[in-house]
């Protein structure tokens, strides 16, 4: 087991961007946990497949063409050979992507392929189950949280920035009914380890967050 760092939390709370950056500082992979969910949430609305039954989404996500790259200490998602990207971001995978992950199927299915990325790297993981369920012995386990609004506006940001247009009510709705779905479902739900280093990020900037978590890293590494 190689994750050095297991990052959970809510929604647009700074995980994705705080992780990019650690891992770059460390020279480890950074794995987003996320794009795995939305690809396979991306699949089935390509396959109109979003009432299947747990059993036919198994057969379905084993004889998917979706595959699952490290390339230059980053994971990269094709589906029938081409690049997902953007397509993973949009309002409708935003919508639809918790219900996907509270799948037995689905969460399998991923939760193994991203252990076997663990298996021969050292990572800065991201998600909502990493540090409870996927990389229980992480060096370092982190639950990141933001205020609700402050969510929002990162989040519309990021959208515009796609040149999406949403509604800061319509984005702030989507953040906590995910939230919800989250954590409140059966599997593996997001919640805060007990062992976890808590950061709010708030007030943060980018910069603050990645040094904050930094230094906590070397902390565990010294043995402090
Ligand atoms: O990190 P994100 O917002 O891109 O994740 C999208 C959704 O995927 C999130 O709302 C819940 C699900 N997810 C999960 O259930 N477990 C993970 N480890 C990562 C994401």
């Given at each position: 087991m190689k994750c050095v760092v297991a990052i959970?939390?809510?929604?647009?709370?700074?995980?994705s961007t705080t992780a990019r950056l650690l891992a770059k500082k460390l020279g480890v992979t950074y794995l987003d946990t996320g794009a795995m969910y939305r690809a396979v949430t991306y699949l089935l609305l390509q396959e109109d497949g979003l009432q299947a039954s747990d059993g036919l989404l198994q057969k379905v996500l084993l004889s998917?063409?979706?595959e699952f790259k490290i390339l230059n200490r980053k994971l990269y998602v094709y589906l029938d050979g081409k690049l997902l990207e953007n397509e993973l971001r949009t309002p409708e995978v935003d919508r639809w992507v918790s219900h996907v992950a509270e799948h037995l199927s689905v969460r399998a299915f991923l939760v193994a392929k991203q252990r076997e990325i663990g298996k021969r790297r050292r990572l800065?993981?991201?998600?909502?189950?990493i540090g409870s369920v996927v990389f229980p012995d992480a060096a370092l386990k982190v639950f990141m949280t933001c205020d609700l609004e402050e969510r929002t506006r990162r989040r519309k940001k990021e959208l515009?920035?796609?040149g999406i247009e949403r509604g800061f009510e319509e984005v702030k709705l989507n953040l906590q009914k995910r939230d919800e779905i989250d954590s409140t479902r059966k599997l593996s739900p997001l919640t805060r380890t007990t062992d976890a280093f808590y950061v709010d990020t708030t007030h943060l900037t980018i910069e603050e967050q990645v040094e904050l978590i930094e230094?906590?890293?070397?902390?565990?590494m010294e043995g402090k």
């Open positions: 959970d939390g809510t929604a647009s709370s700074g995980k998917s063409p979706l800065v993981c991201e998600g909502r189950d515009i920035e796609k230094a906590e890293v070397q902390k565990r």
